[in-house]
């Protein structure tokens, strides 16, 4: 096989994997429906990753416990890992987590989630935003926001906008 054969499957194998990492991202930006989330702040930038602010969803816990320090959304405890789904409901305007479960939901707007690492994760922990307009975030996060959701027919979920009650 010659060079620029094996380059350009090197190439296109690339961008499949980048495609598939994004997936999840793009569906539930594309094709997903809009809800609103209490959110507050956990660490409102890093001088490393630049300007983003680790969200905590408090209506969304399991536990009921908050974290000043990371985020996500608690831990199920039950001895096992994988996929953790959240069943969505409306409640004054916003939406708040009702059930946690292990088996996808037949129906009704769902996170998929995953808790293979230490803590649940959703894919919504992190609002990336412009340098110039972080300190604003962080006041506007302190006053109490809201966190738009889209949120796809699988589960898939992205934050793309964050804003005040």
Request: proline share 5%.
């Amino acid at each position: 096989m010659n060079r620029i054969a094996a380059t350009g499957i090197i190439a296109v194998s690339q961008l499949a994997l980048v495609g598939i990492a994004v997936a999840p991202q793009l569906s539930a930006r594309v094709a997903g429906e809009a809800y609103l989330v209490r959110v507050a702040p956990v660490d409102p930038i890093d001088p490393f990753r630049g300007a983003y602010v680790a969200l905590d969803y408090p209506d969304l816990r399991h536990d009921g416990s908050q974290s000043s320090v990371e985020p996500g959304l608690g831990s199920m405890e039950d001895g096992e890992s994988g996929d953790v789904y959240i069943r969505l409901v409306e409640e004054d305007g916003v939406w708040i987590g009702e059930e946690w479960s292990r088996t996808r939901p037949d129906e009704g707007p769902y996170l998929a989630c995953d808790d293979r690492s230490w803590q649940v994760r959703c894919g919504i922990e992190s609002w990336f935003l412009p340098q110039d307009d972080a300190q604003e975030a962080e006041h506007l996060l302190r006053d109490g926001a809201v966190a738009e959701l889209r949120v796809d027919d699988c589960g898939n979920a992205t934050v793309v906008d964050v804003r005040g009650r």
